[in-house]
Each structure stands twice: as C-alpha cells, then as structure tokens.
C-alpha cells in the first residue's frame, strides 16, 4: 500500500527560527502533493500544493515547499517563524494509481516558542 | 472561514441514541467525503460520495451510515456507537473525486459516553 512518512513528531522552535519540516512517500507514479495545517481548535487548511510544473511552490504565510522527484518527497520550509505558527502540520499525497485517494502522513506538531 | 458547514459542533451521545451528523457545501463540488480524526492523528478516510453515489466505503462499521440527500449535502447517521468511536468527525468536499485539494470543515466532535 501506498504511504506518506513525516520524519519529526515534534518541532519546537523560537522565533525567527527556520523551519523545515520532511516529507517522503512510497514510490507509486504520478502524485499530487499537499500540506495542510490545523491551528489549534481550526479545521485543515491548505497550505500549498503541486500538481505539476515548477517544483517548487509557494503556498499561503510565507510556506514553501519543494519537489524532488527522484528523492520521493516534498519538504516543507519556512525562512523565519512565528509565534502564530503553531500547529499541526499534515503532508499528503494523492497517489493517481489509487483513484487520487488522499493519503495523510502522521502529522507533526511545531511548538513557536516567543 | 471554511465554506464546508458542519452541524452540530459538539455532539454527545449515548450508545444506544441515534444521531446525525450534518454537512454542507455550495461550491458545486461533486465529491464530499466523512474523515474521523482522533487527537494528534491524522485524519482517516470513512466515506466518499461521487456524483451522490457512495464510491468508497473504508470498511467502516455498519453503526456509521452515510447518506448524500443532493450534491449540496452530505449526512452521517449514527446508531449503537460505542466510546472507542468517540472523535473529531470531518467532512470535506473537492470538485472531483481523486481531485486531491480537499476543503475541510470545522469538524463535529463526538463523545460517546
């Protein structure tokens, strides 16, 4: 079966810090690529998305995140945080071999310490 | 604001109650999916609905049954839930199915006492 790895749990930052968060999931063809974030008591967001094209993309907030094809994953970044950035981090994958299903990684949570 | 409108916010049951979950959205989306989120877990897929036709069923318990009343709707009707099932239930839409980009509601969470 398909899957989506997040490497980190748990990022605690200060502020300004740079923040880059990892991707990677399991070989399986052509996909579509997401981030999405849930602020605390919010519903999911998206925050950026590749379909195709330039590999790398910018989303919402100052997010960015970029393609590597060959490496199967799609990091999230960030130059400088913020104290508002806290929250949880979800990347996902739609995998076209499974009907375009989405398929989440397990999250991971960034801590912006002011 | 997401415009993905859920109702109710908070629901409490007990499990022999029978209740629903509610769900709209008017941006002529044509897929609209039920995803139960337990705390600092990603969100799991239950149910698609397609063109108002039930197109994946996650081998969700039959205590969980959807139902898409029109295109603009989407219910999740509940019976004999047990406390395990209690969650953060979320619905979204996508203009198509297999579309990818998801727009989420606020979610409904549930206690099942």
């Known amino acids: 079966a398909q899957s989506v790895s997040q490497h980190n749990h748990h990022v605690i930052l200060s502020e300004a810090a740079s923040l880059e968060l990892g991707c990677n999931y399991s070989y399986g063809g052509t996909v579509n690529l997401f981030w999405y974030v849930q602020y605390p008591g919010q519903h999911l967001q998206l925050l950026l998305k590749?379909?195709?094209?330039?590999?790398l993309v910018k989303g919402i907030k100052g997010f960015e995140a970029e393609f590597i094809k060959s490496k199967f994953s799609f990091n999230l970044r960030k130059p400088s945080v913020q104290w508002s950035d806290t929250a949880e981090y979800f990347c996902a994958v739609s995998f076209y071999n499974q009907g375009g299903k989405l398929i989440f990684g397990q999250g991971t949570e960034l801590s912006v310490k002011p | 604001d997401t415009e993905v409108t859920q109702t109710p916010k908070h629901l409490v049951m007990g499990m022999t109650n029978k209740k629903s979950l509610k769900c709209e959205q008017h941006?002529?989306?044509?897929?609209m999916y039920w995803y139960k989120q337990k705390a600092k877990k990603p969100p799991e897929l239950m149910f698609v609905?397609?063109?108002?036709?039930?197109?994946i069923n996650e081998s969700v318990p039959s205590r969980f049954s959807p139902e898409c009343p029109n295109s603009s709707l989407l219910n999740l009707h509940l019976h004999a839930l047990q406390p395990e099932d209690s969650a953060l239930y979320l619905c979204?839409?996508?203009?198509?199915?297999?579309?990818?980009?998801?727009?989420f509601g606020e979610g409904s969470r549930l206690t099942v006492l």
């Open positions: 979204a839409s996508s203009q198509a199915e297999g579309n990818g980009e998801l727009f």
């Open positions: 609905y397609s063109y108002e036709k039930l197109s």
């Open positions: 590749y379909f195709s094209g330039d590999p």
């Open positions: 941006m002529g989306h044509r897929a």
